[in-house]
């Protein structure tokens, strides 16, 4: 299967190219065209208890879009929000996504969801996160644009901009710098991350749009 | 990591990092060898690090992976699995025995300080949230003295008509009227709070039961006049009635229901916002009842306000002692709604103990002439009496000399139901 990633990084969107025997799982609604050839069937996002734990949990939908095509045809696959869309493949490795974050994969791609603890909470990316595993591409979303960063020793990451990380990978909270500069400098409180591993960031948090939306409404 | 493949006793589930790898990572089988570590991806490709070429570390999200490095940080194998370090420690005889006690004992180091850090901040947390209670509370009770008195007369007219609904008929027996107001006319000079204009209702229910409301209004339920032994003891009723009013107790009962919101609308000094809230919640039966402190606050002030205005308190005792002897004549709302008369009992006799002496002079009526003036006003105007049903509609209609001939058990038993 052929896919490429169009219109980066505002608009983002999937282009896939499916021949027989191709498929693609992608999340509920981010169907935006597709031929005429290509068959849509609709299924719990795994199991019923686990689709139900995505959706709470993981932002997730209830249920996924398994395309499939018997000959040929083309799919394009968007997110409900302006951003980018990053596709990795997994080798038999795992990567956490942040919740609401995934948006498409090949069907070797096992999707888990997972205890993200308090750190990952306080961080503002969820109680929950999504674990991805096996073998094949996965396609994510994010707010803003996406860019990926080898890490060996320590990083800092703002609250809110962390889209994905590698289990290699241990976050920890901290202040931006100490008690005064930490709350009246804007930043409060930032993820520490530790590597060796890859993370993924988004040049725009969500929240921060709502924040600053909020204080325009009144 | 291929999950769910079966592995051997010395093969373990982990990842390789290498440049020469597509991509840089890849899931991996690790094997233990006799003189290093070797991993096998899924692709086939092969990797070695030696035991003695092998810097371990200790990380990852868990904070349990262990990671096998080249010294050049060119090549990284890292694995999950828990048996894995012990299984190093034997298979490398003795060259990682140390490195792996070391991140091991800094691993568990770690966690200690993660936990310890966790549940201090959540004994922080929590300390925060008691103390952001009561700060509000005390906070509430402060802003509560400040509000001016007008304001709980709104909520009490507010909340009349529907108290009234639900209790029964007002008697307008103006003789009647008078001789009760006439105590509290006498009490009112003496409260805690000026300017309060206190205005007595008697209502036509043989409920043992009185009742005040915000800004003054006090109803006297004709149960209550018929099972007091003295005027004085119904002055003693009166007093606690009035001093919950300049107490302000209506208002802190108020804040604690709805809590917050209520705060910073005295805050604010939104009167309309706090005399909506404040009749809803007055409408509410269940939720006019006193703590327990708030009862014993009122005994004492009752008692503190006949004392000055020379009317025995000793009366205010007798009361007391009196209550579960209404209780067992099934007149059960006044007691449900005050519990505890023994506590109460002490408290007010200690106030009596240390209270200056005075003289004191008598009520000058008595309750029998006020049950007559009572009893006339019944016999006078036989009429249908508008009751309510239990979703308060006006829509039922009983006559009211049926009323005087119910069975006080079974009548009581009802109205066990109406709280104050």
């Not at chain 2, 070695?48 to 010294?71: H, N």
């Not at chain 2, 694995?79 to 070391?102: H, I, N, S």
């Not at chain 2, 005050?338 to 002079?361: M, T």
Request: hydrophobic share 40%.
């Amino acid at each position: 299967m052929e896919a490429e990633v169009r219109d980066k990084p505002a608009f983002a969107n999937i282009r896939a190219e499916l021949k027989a025997g191709d498929s693609i799982i992608a999340e509920s609604d981010a169907m935006a065209s597709m031929s005429s050839t290509i068959e849509m069937s609709t299924r719990w996002n795994g199991g019923f208890l686990s689709a139900v734990a995505r959706k709470l949990f993981g932002g997730e939908s209830l249920f996924v879009n398994e395309f499939t095509t018997s000959s040929s045809g083309e799919l394009v696959l968007t997110q409900p929000f302006p951003g980018d869309i990053e596709c990795i493949e997994l080798k038999g490795t795992t990567m956490f996504l942040q919740p609401g974050a995934f948006l498409a994969c090949e069907p070797g791609v096992k999707l888990g969801l997972g205890w993200a603890g308090i750190a990952s909470f306080v961080g503002r990316e969820g109680l929950f996160r999504l674990k991805v595993s096996g073998h094949g591409r996965i396609w994510f979303g994010a707010y803003g644009g996406i860019f990926a960063r080898e890490i060996d020793s320590e990083f800092v990451v703002d609250t809110g901009h962390l889209v994905a990380y590698e289990p290699t990978i241990s976050l920890r909270m901290g202040m931006a710098g100490g008690i005064f500069s930490s709350f009246f400098g804007g930043e409060g409180l930032v993820t520490r991350v530790k590597g060796p591993g890859r993370i993924y960031m988004q040049s725009r948090a969500m929240s921060g749009l709502a924040a600053w939306t909020n204080s325009h409404l009144w | 990591m291929f999950e769910g493949d079966l592995l051997d006793d010395d093969e373990f589930p982990g990842g390789v990092f290498s440049d020469e790898i597509d991509g840089g990572r890849a899931g991996a089988h690790l094997r233990l060898g006799d003189r290093g570590l070797s991993a096998r991806t899924s692709d086939g490709q092969e990797f070695f690090i030696g035991y003695s070429d092998c810097d371990l570390e200790l990380g990852g999200d868990s904070g349990r992976m262990v990671f096998c490095r080249t010294s050049d940080r060119s090549l990284t194998f890292f694995c999950e699995d828990r048996r894995f370090p012990e299984a190093l420690k034997r298979a490398a005889v003795g060259e990682l025995f140390e490195q792996v006690d070391t991140i091991l004992a800094a691993g568990n180091r770690q966690r200690w300080v993660s936990r310890l850090g966790l549940w201090m901040t959540l004994a922080v947390a929590v300390v925060a949230l008691i103390g952001g209670y009561f700060g509000i509370v005390a906070f509430a009770r402060v802003a509560i003295k400040s509000v001016p008195i007008v304001v709980d007369q709104k909520i009490g007219e507010a909340a009349l008509p529907a108290v009234l609904s639900e209790f029964g008929k007002e008697i307008k027996s103006p003789e009647a009227i008078d001789a009760v107001q006439g105590i509290v006319d006498r009490l009112a000079p003496h409260a805690a709070v000026r300017g309060v204009n206190y205005h007595v209702l008697i209502v036509d229910s043989n409920v043992v039961n009185a009742l005040a409301l915000p800004g003054g209004t006090i109803l006297v339920f004709r149960g209550l006049i018929d099972e007091m032994d003295s005027t004085e003891q119904l002055s003693a009723v009166l007093a606690h009635e009035m001093s919950h009013v300049t107490l302000r107790h209506h208002l802190t009962q108020i804040a604690r229901s709805v809590g917050i919101v209520a705060a910073v609308n005295i805050v604010i000094g939104d009167v309309g916002g706090i005399v909506a809230i404040g009749s809803e919640v007055l409408q509410n039966a269940a939720l006019n009842n006193y703590s327990q402190v708030q009862e014993t606050e009122a005994d004492l002030e009752g008692a503190r306000m006949m004392h000055e205005a020379g009317i025995n308190p000793q009366a205010m005792i007798q009361m007391l002692g009196n209550l579960p002897d209404a209780h067992l004549h099934g007149a059960l709302s006044w007691l449900s709604t005050h519990p505890n008369s023994d506590e109460r009992i002490k408290s007010v006799q200690q106030f009596l103990d240390d209270a200056a002496p005075r003289k004191y002079s008598p009520v000058d009526f008595r309750l029998e002439e006020l049950r007559e003036l009572l009893g006339e006003d019944q016999s006078e105007e036989p009429k249908d009496v508008e009751a309510t049903d239990d979703n308060g509609d006006n829509n039922v209609t009983i006559d009211q000399t049926s009323v005087n001939v119910l069975d006080p058990e079974t009548d009581a038993e009802d109205e066990v139901e109406l709280q104050n």
